[in-house]
């Protein structure tokens, strides 16, 4: 329970109580600040004198003493190292110690407790006085959850149910700080007061993502810290905070659950530059950086079958080429993406996996029966992957072996003798070639989806919607235990994936998942199955394991108003309509050009004259590639400009240049999008543009380029 105060005939307090309460916390940082560089220049000289010691004395010291004193340095290295973190953070709080308060009335005695939540808790080196709350703490989700009366808050404590603390906010603030100083107090009702939310909304977007902590909204908090879903799904419109959302539940999970380490953590996201962009949250919060991956890197990683395939990058430039074309690949990305081709290939599987006949089976002088290993495989192991049953059964012939040999093996000479057992029995009962599997699949569903059976590009690379079936089909055989240090995954961009993407991620990691995204920002799918159908497929609850909560988000906070309403009529009739914070700003421009020369003219006379000198972050996103190349190359001849491709890692802000792909999950001050005037010819090309347009904050530019007849 947090600390209590009991101040009798409390009264709201004024701006004159607050700037003293705020010289007092600085004060006290000041003096905590004092404290730990006096207690970090202590060890320093003590780690010196101990290594001194241990040369001057190091003939005449035992091991035991030796060691002894190894230890005893490296306690000492590891307190400067824990008293540098906490220094940094003292620094950091000093520019902003807090940014709300509230005063809340418990029930049952009546106390008060006032709370000023900030980025991070402090308690006083003087008294002990928790004078600043961490946000992530229990009792700082009421700052979110509620406004003024009837409030709660609940303490979880392990596996035991919550301590719930009941009571009322009488008192709510919000506080404008700017380096060390406190600017303005603001008394509010609400969650988040609409004049401090718009000015935060009204800044530039910045080269990394920046934590949003004081400008939390309700919605977003109460999924930020959802305890009960097992995979939490998050369906939420461009500009709703999704990415956002997902980095602060990254933080509040790493806060609040102890056995959690940023190693037990990981992203996956759709590209490097992506990763870059997220980098520095994480740091903000006062959190280490955690592991993050694309699938296609994963992919790469588990799949070991020799043939070349697609990459996502490949499949997509083939979907934006083709549109909506009536090609036999675009058809066949259609159908082995859906739900019931996924269902149609396992019940193929659950036929070939019981048809595996099984003979006698010889090793050295041990022998087992067809029968007794059926009764193994389908039985005793029946739950794991196919391969992996084969792997206990030759434990089992291991200890057979064993038992007719003089001596014991050791564990070395088991693991070895099982795996030759192991791949024996593969080859003798089981189909080997996970690609020739697949294909006789195919050949089965020739006759339902005539054209099915084509499963490689016309450079004979395995195409991308035939590689992530196989990839499932090798996890299904062989199981993955890569990634079973992870407690918990976070996707994002969840829409970039297929039904057969999420099975092989259900199986790889067993863990708890948070997977944010927008069916609405997708080049190419199915009105009638998007992936929400996939999702909660997928994450069903089986066996009383797993399950998932599905969670909504409408509201934009991304881009000025009229930015959001050009963009909501891109998709027409899609629903993609939400709610949009009133800010505004210029109505977005749609302009013709006769000539690439000329578009790339506007935009220069645009970055020329002035016009965005007031934006860090300016973006032309293009169609692919090739002309992210173009207008890079006739761009930079007038201007600095920076060309981001699908190998680039970095993201340094100023004015760049890439396709309309890489730019998901990021935001720009000013963003201009080159077009050639037909985007809303087919759903592909529409959604590409929808995607690209609501990257912008301040301004859009539509260019739309005329092609020569």
């Known amino acids: 329970m947090a600390e209590n105060k009991n101040l009798e005939g409390y009264k709201i307090s004024t701006m004159e109580d607050e700037e003293d309460y705020f010289d007092n916390v600085e004060m006290e940082l000041d003096y905590s600040i004092s404290i730990t560089e006096g207690s970090m220049e202590l060890g320093k000289d003590n780690i010196k004198e101990q290594k001194k010691y241990m040369r001057d004395s190091h003939g005449d010291m035992d091991d035991e003493e030796f060691l002894q004193n190894m230890q005893s340095v490296n306690n000492d290295e590891a307190f400067l190292r824990r008293a540098a973190k906490r220094l940094e953070v003292y620094e950091h709080q000093k520019k902003v110690p807090y940014f709300g308060k509230f005063v809340f009335k418990y029930k049952d005695d009546e106390e008060y407790l006032p709370v000023y939540v900030g980025m991070s808790g402090y308690q006083s080196d003087m008294n002990g006085q928790q004078l600043v709350y961490d946000w992530r703490a229990p009792v700082s989700s009421m700052y979110y959850a509620y406004e003024k009366g009837p409030a709660s808050y609940n303490v979880h404590v392990d596996d035991m149910e919550d301590d719930e603390f009941s009571g009322d906010i009488v008192e709510k603030k919000q506080f404008l700080v700017s380096n060390g100083r406190l600017k303005d107090a603001v008394d509010t009702d609400s969650n988040i007061n609409d004049a401090i939310l718009l000015e935060a909304l009204g800044g530039n977007s910045g080269v990394k993502m920046k934590n949003v902590v004081a400008t939390i909204q309700k919605e977003q908090d109460a999924i930020i810290r959802n305890r009960t879903a097992y995979n939490l799904i998050v369906d939420g419109r461009a500009g709703s905070g999704k990415t956002v959302i997902a980095m602060h539940r990254l933080a509040w999970l790493l806060y609040n659950y102890k056995t959690l380490e940023s190693d037990n953590v990981m992203i996956l996201s759709p590209n490097s530059i992506f990763g870059d962009y997220i980098s520095e949250v994480l740091p903000e919060l006062e959190e280490n950086s955690v592991p993050e991956k694309e699938f296609d890197s994963l992919l790469e990683e588990l799949l070991f079958i020799e043939e070349e395939y697609e990459s996502k990058l490949d499949q997509s430039e083939f979907i934006i080429d083709s549109g909506d074309q009536d090609n036999q690949r675009m058809r066949n990305i259609k159908v082995k993406s859906s739900i019931s081709f996924y269902d149609s290939f ?364």
């Open 346 to 709: 396992n019940e193929y599987l659950d036929r070939y996996v019981p048809g595996i006949k099984f003979r006698n089976f010889h090793y050295q002088k041990v022998e087992y029966t067809g029968e007794d290993i059926a009764a193994m495989f389908n039985g005793r192991f029946a739950r794991k992957p196919v391969y992996e049953r084969f792997e206990n059964i030759a434990y089992f012939i291991v200890d057979r072996v064993e038992d007719n040999s003089p001596k014991e093996f050791p564990d070395e000479k088991k693991r070895n003798l099982a795996r030759q057992i192991q791949k024996q029995m593969v080859n003798l009962f089981a189909e080997r070639n996970l690609v020739e599997l697949y294909v006789g699949f195919l050949a089965e569903m020739e006759k339902k989806y005539p054209g099915i059976s084509e499963y490689r590009n016309e450079y004979g690379k395995i195409c991308y919607e035939d590689i992530l079936p196989i990839l499932y089909l090798q996890v299904y055989f062989y199981g993955c235990h890569s990634y079973n240090n992870i407690k918990h995954l976070v996707i994002d961009e969840m829409q970039d994936y297929n039904i057969f993407q999420y099975a092989v991620i259900d199986r790889v990691f067993g863990c708890r998942k948070t997977i944010l995204g927008d069916r609405y920002q997708v080049l190419f799918y199915d009105p009638e199955e998007t992936v929400v159908d996939v999702l909660t497929k997928i994450f069903a609850k089986r066996n009383g394991q797993g399950g998932y909560e599905l969670k909504e988000l409408f509201a934009s906070y991304r881009s000025t108003a009229e930015i959001t309403e050009f963009c909501n009529g891109i998709l027409g009739g899609e629903g993609v309509g939400g709610n949009t914070v009133e800010r505004h700003g210029r109505v977005p421009e749609e302009i013709q050009c006769e000539s690439l020369d000329e578009a790339v003219e506007f935009i220069n006379d645009k970055l020329s004259y002035g016009d965005m000198d007031a934006y860090d972050n300016i973006a032309i996103l293009t169609n692919d590639e090739a002309d992210a190349y173009e207008v890079y190359k006739q761009l930079s001849e007038y201007t600095e400009v920076t060309l981001i491709t699908n190998q680039s890692v970095v993201y340094a802000g100023g004015v760049v240049v890439l396709p309309k792909f890489l730019a998901k999950g990021m935001e720009f001050d000013a963003v201009y999008v080159m077009t050639d005037g037909t985007y809303d010819g087919s759903m592909v090309t529409r959604h590409a543009h929808y995607i690209a347009c609501t990257r912008a904050l301040h301004e859009l530019y539509v260019l739309d380029v005329v092609q020569p007849q």
